[in-house]
């Protein structure tokens, strides 16, 4: 698997545990402090998430970090 395909799969991991949810990006963003962009380009898979990031998305989200890493 290509790293493109596999920051698209993380990010689609993370959109469909947020909105599980019932995070809107704006919200999830207000709430991470960070900027709705940067969900957006978390999700599209654009960004490279660090392993420390990753694992404050999943503590953020009450879930293990496996579920946002599952291939």
Do not use: C, P
């Amino acid at each position: 698997m290509q790293k493109k395909e596999l920051y698209k799969l993380i990010g689609k991991n993370i959109q469909n545990e947020r909105a599980k949810q019932g995070y809107t990006q704006e919200t999830f963003a207000e709430l991470m402090n960070v900027s709705w962009s940067y969900v957006s380009k978390i999700e599209s898979g654009v960004l490279n998430l660090s392993l420390g990031k990753i694992l404050e998305i999943a503590d953020f989200l009450h879930i293990d970090v496996s579920n946002l890493l599952k291939i």
